[in-house]
Nanobody, 123 residues
Framework: QVQLVESGGGLVQAGGSLRLSCAAS????????MGWFRQAPGKEREFVAG????????SYANSVKGRFTISRDNAKNTVYLQMNSLKPEDTAVYYC????????????????WGQGTQVTVSS
């Protein structure tokens, strides 16, 4: 089983930056894919970004492409989400997730989830 712990959320002003971290522990596999999702009050979970662990290949939601960057540190078993040019509409709880396959846009296809970290962007 894999355990995921997110950190790095907080309160920032519009135009600011944050870097979220997702530390993974337990049994992992080279064919894992990692994803970041977010959920705002009253809305469904939304795919933000994903990365294939082995290749480093990435995918992004159109709403964040060009502003957010997902990356991984193999030695630390950690995935990052660098968020720049933040907007108030980015406010949400951000979750890290993992699945034993390729990157997926669908939250139901992920096997492991972290507890989430709150990101609030003020205007």
């Amino acid at each position: 089983q894999v355990q995921l712990v997110e950190s790095g959320g907080g309160l920032v002003q519009a135009g600011g930056s944050l870097r979220l971290s997702c530390a993974a522990s337990g049994r992992t596999f080279t064919n894992y894919a990692m994803g970041w999702f977010r959920q705002a009050p009253g809305k469904e979970r939304e795919f933000v970004a994903g990365i294939r662990w082995s290749s480093g290949g990435t995918s992004y939601a159109n709403s964040v492409k060009g502003r957010f960057t997902i990356s991984r540190d193999n030695a630390k078993n950690t995935v990052y989400l660098q968020m720049n040019s933040l907007k108030p509409e980015d406010t949400a709880v951000y979750y890290c997730a993992a699945r034993r396959s390729l990157v997926s846009y669908y939250s139901s296809e992920y096997d492991y989830w972290g507890q989430g970290t709150q990101v609030t962007v003020s205007s």
